[in-house]
């Protein structure tokens, strides 16, 4: 029997408050590859070792302050967590115990940070380049593809675009714009063992690099 990542392995959710007061201290924030250190530095025992577990993050703006969020396999150190976050705001917890609470038929309302894309077909018919959709409409159709195959419904009209721009990743000598969509609203879980892997490994590209983490919050318990 094979069985879900979250079944083998403990889960954490963490967060930490960015210290924006200190433009000094987070100076080197200036790209996606730079928070992606220092989520990996954030496991140092990890980090040391060169082994690299899955982690998502995300960059939440909540009540005019900023958090990074993570979920991982292992606690982080907190005390590398807060190397650009606000002295004694890094947090960590079991994720199990609200794992375990989701039930199909649930409702809950998520946000998640996409990056939607399509593989466009060269002459030949053949999967060519890597393309980002640009418009609202195919931005909200990419979501509405992947619910039902990680275990969440969608109801038109119950869910929506927050923000949508495009970020810079550094790759190599190569700077690259990255299409950002954060989406917010209402789904309705479906198949709990599909959602609770979502929620523990993600969907879509370039989780390593902020996307693809969803957050919920059952309307009810």
Not at 70 to 79: Q, T
Not at 172 to 191: F, M, N, P, W
């Amino acid at each position: 029997m094979l069985l879900m990542p979250w079944e083998v392995f403990e889960m954490y959710l963490s967060r930490v408050q960015l210290d924006t007061d200190n433009r000094q201290k987070i100076r080197n924030l200036t790209h996606l590859g730079a928070y992606h250190d220092w989520v990996e530095r954030s496991f140092p025992e990890e980090f040391a070792e060169g082994e690299r577990t899955r982690k998502l993050w995300r960059i939440d703006h909540l009540g005019g302050k900023i958090y990074l969020l993570i979920v991982s396999r292992e606690a982080p150190d907190l005390s590398a967590l807060c190397r650009y976050g606000v002295e004694g705001s890094a947090e960590t917890r079991n994720y199990d115990p609200f794992l375990s609470k989701l039930k199909k038929g649930m409702k809950c309302r998520f946000r998640t940070v996409l990056n939607p894309v399509v593989a466009v077909l060269d002459r030949s018919g053949k999967r060519g380049r890597i393309m980002p959709h640009v418009t609202v409409a195919h931005q909200m159709d990419y979501l509405k593809k992947r619910s039902e195959p990680h275990g969440f419904l969608l109801n038109d009209g119950e869910y929506g675009i927050k923000e949508r721009d495009f970020v810079l990743w550094r790759k190599g000598k190569e700077h690259i714009r990255l299409s950002r969509v954060a989406y917010e609203g209402l789904l309705t879980i479906q198949d709990t063992d599909l959602f609770r892997t979502l929620l523990t490994e993600g969907m879509g590209k370039k989780k390593a690099y902020g996307f693809g983490m969803m957050t919920v919050i059952p309307l009810e318990v």
